[in-house]
């Protein structure tokens, strides 16, 4: 058993200056300020001081490392005496500290720990080995400076509350006036420079080997009380601290680092009786936290330490082992070591101090000033406030009444389990189907079902209203990336908020926008950060990569033509760039977006491999109209989609970026055009998709707009930022006025923004063609059916394809199963026989070769022809979209159509020669199933086929039929996969009519037998589910920083360059 | 940050500027934009009477608008009628004859027609009622492209040939109309499809224009034939009734049955009405030989009057001045070519232009005193639009026949024609007709020289012409019936839109 060590009760010597004291350097990534440490050191009036320097070679260097070399022979110059040890790889300061109590001998001693940015007042170790012996202390540290400016307070120790939260008692840019320097305890004293008795040190374990960086501090202070020693601050002693840490290390995220040892800490150390309150605590603020930081742009760390707390929690062993070490130490309660914690929420005691010393700054400061402060927190909340206020208006009747089918917003009826089930299928239910990977949208539907507690309508009315709040919220995001003035930021995101795209998308029902919308500020974002790659690591590459990798995946999985626009966008970023700071400024970004390209098609294989075709780009983009929408440029540069009210008043949004350019300076100058070239890039792009000015088809243009969205909403970040910095206090001229004319007219737009909110759904129509479309049953008794839309591709309620007939507007089709469009069809089907059976009958048709269009397309199940109109979105009375010409006039003259409802909004024929989609063929149909030609078809009535199933449900592995002697079509295309077993025979299926899939039930069969439908799924199939779901995985874990196992610190490798050994007794001998 | 580059950065925006405008301005020069009011793919064909094409289409469908059964109980064998089904390809033809009897149920039955023949469908036999009409579809191996349907509906006041329409249409037009001296005048309307097409018909008259309550709404059940017997709507009578029926849905097929019996009328016709209105025609049959009872008469169905140009020509004997007529809307006007001075007894044409305001549609009619009796012909005049360079037809031509054939050059330029016959031996030139003149605006006649025996023809000529088929009567009244043969559109025989 392990005993508890003993309460230290009082130093090693009762002499202070005889007491050996062993400086320990950690000195890595050297600085120019590292000559000033050396130099401070050697200056120190403590006579018993040995030094001992660990220097950190680079990643991947040698012992020659001519840095390293470089290093170690400044240390050399400046202090002969000193002990250097190398380090190989960068396995962190506390556990390379470690190493240093691992190389003294003796327990008569003591340690100071210092950074190698900290320059030491001669006066600062005595005065704290003084201390500590007058004190009784186990542990202290010195009060530290500002290394540029010694008059402003840096630490004077830590404060902690129980959920390990650090208050900093000192204000950000506190001068030090003398008002701190009581000696006192405190909870914790920065690593940067703290003096430690040896055996409390060692008793304590020393520093955790779990913590690299960020947060040793407060685990070693946390056990150094929990053992009964004393921490306190010598504000005699003083240090110059250059604390740069983020700076040196870019590759290393410290506050995330932070986070996660925090809560470690906390868990390790609170007592077993206060541990699950302490736990509920820790969770409770994370979430209040992370609500907050979604508007404050801080959500991170909230969601940093909230993964932290599951994760430690799930890793029972591992918690238990390091509580059992933690918890052995432990001399003293938790109540007591409760008293020396901050009382409350430290983040609370902090900020509420640093408010109030603000507000007594403010006394004291000009009061104009002052004024200005109050006006531009005033603006940022103004800003908040109206937009949230805007959200709430515009969507209320959305949540209330729900979000209207129109456009691209099928209802989501299918569960989890089925959308799971025909995923893993590997049969893409869409269209007549066919023997592809379903699309990887129908997986992220699944997933987000599942955590929706199966509700799909919720995730669909989720989605309609928050992907416009996830595109405002990343602008604001990147807005920090852009400026520091909040102002500035909060005008970019109202700029990107008033741009009526995303509302336009949500009255006209286009997920691609909406998701486009959304995911442009994140890809800004990520653009931005590209560029400091050549300074981080390699897994910091990956890690960047896969972010923008995930958001392109995400986009792509509905709107695969965003990897093109975001590829576009990357090459117009670094156009930018290149032309305003030259091509070296480039860096990282060319290699990151590459990079993350192939993370995106990666997460989209294999349904990636529909698009693998000679078709592959009107795949991508979309279905080609052949024409132009003829929208115009005034509507294309508004965003305007036909529903939104003043969409115009948008226009001087332009004129905000053009100004910025004119006036902006420096970076601000940089980012002005950055925006314009977007701007001006995409608008172009969009112009040409609206016009087909190219000759051939491009994205949707709103889908194109959306970077062109991104861009103004720069350039106004980018005026702000310049009118605070450039403009203002500048020498009067033309720019003043210009700029002030500029920043009033960024609120132009906030009017028609309003305005369109009122109505609480963005104008979405109230009704649309769903409600007419209710008229076809779903699994009638007479068997199921398809539904065959015709008309123009931008009206059908399905993803579309077009075909061309010869006239100026291509015929645009989908198809769907009985009842309303689902999630499956809102992908464009790829080429099977069916697919071709269908366009070969509607040429046919569109160019009149045969009244029998019916007969043509019966075998495929297709009973009503469907022809929208008029969807009250994008076409509407005052504004119908045209129909192909002849489309209705060659129904019209068909011997097998009836009309079943006409209207100004719609037209529905039914096809009185249709056969269910899975039907026991007539003696006439059973004949004809075995020919593929379309001559024979037309002759052949198919008519008094029954239905062998209702309420087929495609996608489903095994399904249930009632079969008789004959032969079983099913309007799906031909696949081996697909057998039937029936008295306990396997049947075999057979290409039938040249397109289906049918089954030759014998003779010996009972009439109306039960049969099994079976599809055999792919081994492939498996295997590419079960990568690509382990692909997500992996991608989310890496990009948000978290990791399945725990982080193995690399050990620390110290390479001996002399045979010095270090006793306390006699120092290096 | 490198040092900030302004000069650079502001020519890129500047020129990114640029771009959309220039992008704009070539998306508004080059791009093709929608054409909501374009006409639709098939209004062109619809809009025509009966054509032909030789591409390879799937299946043709041919609607024979009717032939008369005599009515319920009748059992004698001078009504009736049949449909000459001809094949010139070298496939054999499949198709399904389906049969439409006012008061009955459609019937069906299947024929064969072998490569390069003929089969001929009795329409009558087996049914009973007023009227039989027919859909005949084929299909073949190759397609059916390029098969022809006519019918000959017997009448004992004698027979009547009419090649079968293409396809339903939403309206039907006929220009002219006759009930004087108790002649009847039944419109015979074929729905063929599954759907019921509701109908309005209005009547013009010398009156003025009537619209029948019983006949507004009227409903065409699926798959049926209707008889309208003009005299029992109101205009009993007349001697020009001209009669327009529109769908208010769906779509039919309308012919005209008309049994002259006098006023100056006497024999009997069956034919189609015009699926559409134009704003060019041409009479091309006119022969005032014998001071023939000839009249042009031209019918206004659109909303607004029709300035009509007539133009006289064929010959250097023409002489007749031209005609400029106002054709009010829902009007009828008849121009009776007694009153035009300057014709000559030799053929000439007649050209109708539309100069202002909305096409019309136009009809001829003409009855010659033959030795014991007089004989009406009436034919629907031909769109400019038929002008083609291939004619083709299903009625053959005995060797011997007198001016079986006028072909009609209606280019500026001299051309030529041949005729080849088509048997079961190929497709042959017919000997002593394989190169005929064609002088630019001149109507040609073509006699059949004796010992040929066209089963079916082409006509192919090296310019656009129109051809009409002059068919002798062999009951009844006697005479001559016109009949336009078959122009041969949709590939390289179509001519562009003649000026």
Known sequence: ?1069 | MSRVRRVPGLALVASAAIGVAAVDRAGRLDAPQVAPDAPGVLDAPAALPPTVSDLAVTSTAWYCPGVPLGGKGYDGSDHGGRAIVANPTDDELTGIVTRYVDGSTPQTNTITVPPRDKVVVDLDRGVDGRYASALIELTGVNGAGGAVVEQRADFPAGESYQPCANAPSAAWYFADGFTASDSEEDLVLTNPLVDATVINVRFVTKDGERAPSPLQGFVLPPQSLSVIKIAEQGARGEELVGVEIRAQSGAFIAARAQHYLGTGRLGYTLKLGAPGAHTDWWVVTGNYAGEPAEQIDIFNPGEKDALVSVLFSGSEAVTAQPLSLVVPAHRVVSVSMANVAGLPESDFVVSLSVLEGDPVVVEHVVTRQLEENAATSVDLALPSAMAATKWRSAIGADGGRERALLVFNITGVDATASVASIGPAGRLPAAGLESIALPAGRPVHVSVPRGLDLLQYEVTATQPVLVVRMVPRLTGVGGKDIVPALPVLGGSSQSEPFP
């Not at chain 1, 539904?787 to 591709?793: E, I, K, N, R």
């Open chain 1, 1 to 1069: 058993m392990e005993s508890a060590p003993e309460t230290p009760s009082s130093p090693p010597n009762a002499a202070p200056g005889g007491v050996p004291v062993v400086a320990s350097v950690v000195v890595a990534h050297p600085h120019p300020g590292l000559d000033a440490t050396l130099e401070a050191l050697g200056a120190q009036d403590y006579p018993h001081l040995t030094y001992l320097f660990f220097v950190v070679g680079a990643p991947g260097g040698g012992a020659d490392d001519p840095r390293l070399v470089a290093t170690m022979r400044a240390i050399t110059e400046a202090l002969p005496q000193a002990i250097l040890r190398t380090v190989v790889g960068n396995p962190g300061y506390g556990p390379t500290q470690n190493e240093a109590a691992r190389m003294v001998e003796g327990d008569r001693g003591l340690f100071l720990f210092l950074h190698d940015d900290v320059a030491l007042a001669p006066n600062a170790v005595s005065a704290m080995v003084v201390e500590m012996f007058a004190s009784n202390a186990a542990l202290v540290g010195p009060k530290l400076v500002d290394w540029e400016d010694p008059s402003v307070l840096q630490h004077v120790g830590l404060g902690v509350d129980r959920t390990g939260e650090v208050d900093p008692i000192v204000l950000p840019g506190e001068r030090d006036q003398e008002q701190h320097d009581g000696v006192r305890d405190v909870f914790c004293v920065p690593s940067a420079c703290m003096l430690v008795r040896a055996d409390v040190f060692r008793t304590a374990g020393g520093f955790s080997p779990e913590i690299d960086f960020g947060g040793e501090e407060i685990d070693l202070c946390w056990r150094v009380h929990l053992t009964g020693g004393r921490v306190m601050v010598v504000p005699s002693a003083l240090a110059r601290h250059r604390e740069d840490f983020s700076g040196r290390n870019p590759d290393v995220d410290l506050t995330e680092l932070r986070e996660r040892h925090r809560v470690q800490t906390v868990l390790a150390a609170t007592s077993p009786s206060r541990v699950m309150p302490v736990v509920a605590l820790l969770v409770g603020l994370s979430l209040v936290e992370a609500v907050v930081g979604v508007f404050s742009g801080r959500a991170k760390r909230a969601l940093v330490a909230l993964g932290a707390v599951f994760r430690t929690i799930s890793r029972v062993g591992s918690l238990r082992r390091r509580r059992a070490k933690v918890q052995a130490l432990r001399l003293v309660s938790d109540a007591e070591i409760h008293d020396l914690q901050v009382q409350g929420s430290a983040r609370i005691v902090s900020f509420l101090r640093a408010r109030r010393a603000r507000s007594d700054a403010k006394r004291l400061e000009n009061r104009i000033a002052a004024a200005e402060r109050e006006k531009r927190a005033r603006t940022t909340l103004a800003v908040f406030a109206f937009l949230g206020a805007v959200f709430v208006v515009g969507v209320r009747r959305l949540v209330i009444d729900g979000v209207t089918f129109v456009g691209q917003f099928v209802p989501f009826t299918e569960s989890w389990r089925s959308l799971g089930a025909a995923y893993r299928l590997g049969w893409w239910p869409g269209g007549f189907g066919s023997a592809t990977p379903a699309p990887t949208g129908t997986a992220l539907v699944g997933v987000a079902t599942f955590f929706s507690l199966g509700n799909p309508a919720a995730v669909r009315t989720v989605a309609v209203i928050g992907l416009g709040v996830v595109g405002v919220v990343g602008m604001w995001w990147f807005g920090r990336d852009v400026t520091q003035s909040a102002r500035a930021r909060a005008g970019g995101t109202l700029a990107y908020a008033m741009v009526p795209l995303h509302y336009e998308a949500v009255a006209t029902g286009r997920w691609s926008v909406l998701a486009a919308y959304a995911a442009v500020p994140w890809v800004l974002l990520a653009f931005s950060r590209a560029n400091d790659v050549l300074t981080a690591t390699a897994s910091d590459v990956m890690r960047r990569a896969l972010r923008l990798g995930l958001v392109i995946g995400a986009v792509a999985a509905f709107e695969p033509s965003f990897v093109a626009v975001v590829i576009v966008a990357a090459i117009a970023y670094l156009l930018a760039t290149a032309m305003c700071t030259g091509v070296r400024s480039l860096r990282g970004l060319p290699g990151v977006v590459a990079a993350s390209v192939v993370v995106a098609l990666l997460l989209n294989f294999p349904w990636i491999g529909h698009y693998v075709g000679s078709d592959w780009w009107s795949l991508v983009v979309g279905a080609d109209p052949g024409v132009g929408r003829g929208e115009g440029i005034l509507r294309i540069l508004s965003f305007d989609a036909g529903r939104a009210a003043f969409a115009p008043a948008i226009l001087v949004l332009y004129g905000v970026g053009a100004v910025a350019v004119v006036v902006a300076r420096e970076t601000r100058f940089v980012w002005a055009v950055r925006g314009a070239v977007l701007t001006a890039v995409f608008a172009s792009l969009a112009v040409a998709s609206d016009s087909r000015a190219f000759g051939f088809s491009l994205p949707e243009s709103a889908v194109l707009s959306s970077f062109a969205a991104g861009g103004l909403a720069l350039g106004v970040i980018a005026l702000l930022d310049a009118v605070e910095n450039d403009v203002r206090g500048a020498r009067f001229g033309w720019r003043q006025p210009l700029a002030l004319l500029a920043t009033l007219s960024v609120l132009v737009p906030v009017i028609p923004l309003a305005v369109n909110a009122a109505d609480g759904r963005w104008n979405q129509p109230r009704s649309s063609l769903d409600t007419l479309l209710l008229q076809l049953a779903k699994n009638p008794d007479e068997g199921d059916y398809r539904v065959l839309y015709l008309g123009h591709p931008d009206l059908l309620p399905a993803a579309p394809r077009t075909l061309d007939t010869g006239s100026s507007l291509q015929l645009g089709y989908a198809v769907t199963d009985d009842g309303i469009a689902t999630l499956f069809t809102q992908w464009s089907p790829g080429t099977t026989s069916t697919v071709r059976t269908l366009e070969n009958a509607l040429s046919h048709l569109m160019s009149g070769d045969t009244p029998r269009i019916g007969r043509l397309i019966a075998p495929l199940g297709v009973r009503y022809l469907v022809i929208p109109r008029i969807d009250g979105a994008r076409s509407t009375r005052s504004e119908p979209m045209a129909v192909p010409d002849g489309l209705v006039d060659a129904l019209r003259v068909q011997l097998d159509l009836r009309r079943q409802y006409e209207s100004d909004d719609l037209l529905i024929y039914e096809n009185t020669a249709w056969v269910p989609t899975v039907a026991q063929l007539s003696t006439a149909g059973r004949e004809a199933s075995t020919t593929a030609g379309m001559d024979e078809l037309v002759l052949a009535d198919l008519r008094g086929a029954t239905p062998a199933k209702v309420g087929f449900v495609p996608g489903r592995a095994t399904q249930r039929l009632e079969v008789s002697p004959g032969v079983v079509n099913i309007a799906v295309p031909p696949s081996p996969r697909w057998t039937l077993s029936v008295d306990g025979r396997r049947l075999a299926s057979r290409p039938a009519f040249g397109a289906t899939t049918a089954f030759d039930v014998p003779d010996t069969v009972m009439p109306a037998s039960r049969a099994t439908l079976r599809y055999d799924r792919p081994f492939l199939q498996v295997a590419f589910v079960v990568g690509q779901f382990a692909m997500w995985c992996f991608a989310l874990f890496v990009a948000l920083g978290l990791r399945l196992r725990r982080r193995r610190l690399s050990p620390v490798r110290v390479e001996r360059n002399d045979e010095t050994r270090i006793t306390f007794e006699t120092g290096p001998r």
